[in-house]
């Protein structure tokens, strides 16, 4: 088995336990394979093995990704990082789905570009306050969310977070619990939180995807 067939057995393996102690199906669960920074070749393997998500920090190198990738059948890519309003037209172009919203601007100029299916969207939340994070207040979101909502071209489907870092996963899991709280609130179905470190924890606490980068293709 190739290394990376390994890392994704046990990262599946991980999701399937963390879904019993929460009373989950593991297929609830989306994994979404970080990718940034690994070369192409290193993506045609993981999708031989099954993985059909993955995740890119870089509007240029999502871009450059889906045009070198685009033979492999069914693949979806989902734009995770932070977004500049001059870069919204390479995800609109190719991403399924949408995981750091926290703009209406950058929300304008994503309804503006995309076309054919709604492009999937994730309002990020600063659960932790922190000054070096994107993301929008908790008490904010409510008010883009309304915003947002009224765009054509987009479809709300989730609040997503970036946890402060802590010493421990279980470290993470008052701000998942206080983003799935706001997610009931504004009926969202969707949480995309739980990186390498903490994603079982994330699962605990009903998180829908999962974004893991280093468990399944190692150190960047």
């Known amino acids: 088995m190739s290394g990376i067939g390994a890392r994704l057995e046990a990262v599946h393996a991980r999701i399937t336990a963390a ?3 929460a009373g989950r199906r593991p297929g609830d669960v989306t994994l979404l394979a970080v990718s940034k920074l690994k070369p192409a070749q290193l993506i045609r393997e993981a999708h031989a093995l099954g993985l059909r998500d993955f995740g890119e920090n870089y509007a240029q190198e999502l871009r ?3 045009a070198e990738l685009a033979d492999l059948e069914g693949l979806r890519w989902h734009a995770i990082g932070p977004l500049q309003t001059n870069k919204a037209k390479y995800v609109a172009k190719v991403a399924h789905a949408f ?10 100029e994503l309804s503006r570009r995309r076309t054919g299916a709604p492009l999937r969207c994730f309002l990020e939340v600063n659960v932790g306050g922190e000054a070096t994070k994107g993301g929008v207040a908790p008490q904010e ?10 765009l054509p071209n987009l479809e709300l489907v989730g609040l997503m977070c970036l946890p402060p870092p802590g010493p421990t996963a279980e470290a993470s899991r008052a701000s998942f619990q206080q983003l799935r709280a706001l997610a009931q609130e504004l009926g969202l179905p969707g949480l995309s939180m739980g990186t390498t470190g903490d994603f079982e ?3 605990e606490e009903g ?8 468990a399944l293709f190692g150190e960047r």
Do not use: M, N, S, Y
């Open 99 to 108: 995981h750091a919203l926290d703009r209406l601007e950058v929300a304008q």
């Open 141 to 150: 979101a409510r008010a883009l969310f309304e915003q947002v909502r009224a």
């Open 64 to 66: 450059d990704k889906a």
């Open 201 to 203: 924890v994330a699962i």
């Open 19 to 21: 879904c019993a102690r």
């Open 207 to 214: 998180a829908t995807h999962v974004r893991v980068g280093t």
